[in-house]
């Protein structure tokens, strides 16, 4: 079966670092994204990666490790504008198929 | 990245009717999926969807509650039929894969049935 897990909410504060763990299960598994979604907004990409080990891009890194089945998003620097949900999501299948977790509600305060 | 637009943004619907929502994107894509979301819920899709071809429906989905048409590279739409307030929720298109197999989504569409 298909089963990806991260925490429901976490907050942190704003310029420090947090680190938004994932777990999955999955058959077929060709990748791990992670998008962020604004309340009321559409989900906007972060990050790829296919590969075992640390992806950068600026203030945000993301990690996977296929062996463990498992990834983290991590986001450095932390403003204000961070507030937002992170999705973990799994490409599956020969359709290119996204399986989405419940994602992550981050509150990042003063 | 593709530019992605929805219609409508948002509608309140009376139960037992349909509603058809369109998608339509910039430039040519090969695939487009539907998805769902719940209040407070992540993303669970519906269907992928590719021109020329039936579209492929996940467990739970079927094609008489939900058909989905795809006439081009370009466009598509989805008809939530025979609406009940259980269907009340955000539906959203996104189109991929791009140059990291990411999908690209649009606005969404959010549908209220009473």
């Known amino acids: 079966g298909q089963n990806i897990d991260q925490p429901t909410e976490m907050t942190a504060t704003e310029g420090a670092i947090v680190q938004i763990n994932c777990t999955y299960q999955?058959?077929?598994?060709?990748?791990l994204f992670w998008y962020q979604q604004h309340a009321g907004e559409a989900p906007t990409f972060l990050s790829y990666?296919?590969?075992?080990g640390l992806e950068e891009k600026g203030r945000f890194s993301s990690f996977l490790s296929r062996s463990k089945g498992y990834s983290y998003l991590l986001l450095k620097e932390l403003q204000m504008k961070d507030s937002a949900s992170y999705l973990c999501a799994c490409l599956s299948g020969g359709y290119n198929k996204l399986i989405f977790g419940a994602g992550t509600r981050l509150a990042v305060h003063p | 990245s593709a530019v992605i637009s929805q219609k409508p943004s948002r509608d309140i619907c009376q139960r037992g009717t349909s509603l058809t929502i369109q998608c339509q994107v910039d430039?040519?894509?090969?695939?487009m999926f539907w998805y769902r979301q719940q209040p407070g819920q992540s993303l669970t899709l519906i269907a992928t969807a590719n021109q020329g071809s039936e579209a492929t429906y996940e467990s739970g989905f079927v094609i008489d509650k939900f058909p989905i048409s795809r006439p081009n590279l370009t466009f598509s739409t989805l008809t939530v039929s025979n609406m009940s307030p259980e269907d009340s929720s955000i539906y959203l298109c996104?189109?991929?894969?791009?140059?990291?197999?990411?999908?690209?989504f649009g606005p969404g569409t959010r549908l209220t049935v009473t």
């Open positions: 999955t058959s077929g598994f060709n990748g």
């Open positions: 990666n296919v590969l075992d």
């Open positions: 430039s040519q894509v090969t695939m």
């Open positions: 996104s189109v991929g894969p791009g140059q990291d197999y990411e999908q690209y």
